[in-house]
Nanobody, 120 residues
Framework: QVQLVESGGGSVQVGGSLTLSCAASAATWTMGWFRQAPGKEREGVAGIYGTITTYYDDSVKGRFTISRDNAKNTVYLQMIGLKPEDTAMYYC?????????????????WGQGTQVTVSS
């Protein structure tokens, strides 16, 4: 069992930035960030395999950066140029296997989420 704890959410104005952190209790291969806005399905935002291979949803390319610190078993999501449509609960997910990064059903482990609110 892997525990995931997210932090770093908050309220910012349009164009602002935030960095989310997800601390894992053990090392895993695939890690992803998802978000879910009220009334919408959970969607993949970014994923990372190991420490190098990264993927992004088109809606965040160029604005979000996922990275990992293996020594701390922590994955980060740096977000810049935030927009109102980025407002959502953000979840960290992890799986020890190599799985499709943007598929909710891929992941065995999930964090509790951290809220990001972007206001204009």
């Amino acid at each position: 069992q892997v525990q995931l704890v997210e932090s770093g959410g908050g309220s910012v104005q349009v164009g602002g930035s935030l960095t989310l952190s997800c601390a894992a209790s053990a090392a895993t291969w695939t890690m992803g960030w998802f978000r879910q806005a009220p009334g919408k399905e959970r969607e993949g935002v970014a994923g990372i395999y190991g420490t190098i291979t990264t993927y992004y949803d088109d809606s965040v390319k160029g604005r979000f950066t996922i990275s990992r610190d293996n020594a701390k078993n922590t994955v980060y999501l740096q977000m810049i140029g935030l927009k109102p449509e980025d407002t959502a609960m953000y979840y960290c997910a992890a799986d020890p296997r190599s799985v499709p990064w943007n598929r909710v059903s891929s992941y065995r482990y999930w964090g509790q989420g951290t809220q990001v609110t972007v206001s204009s």
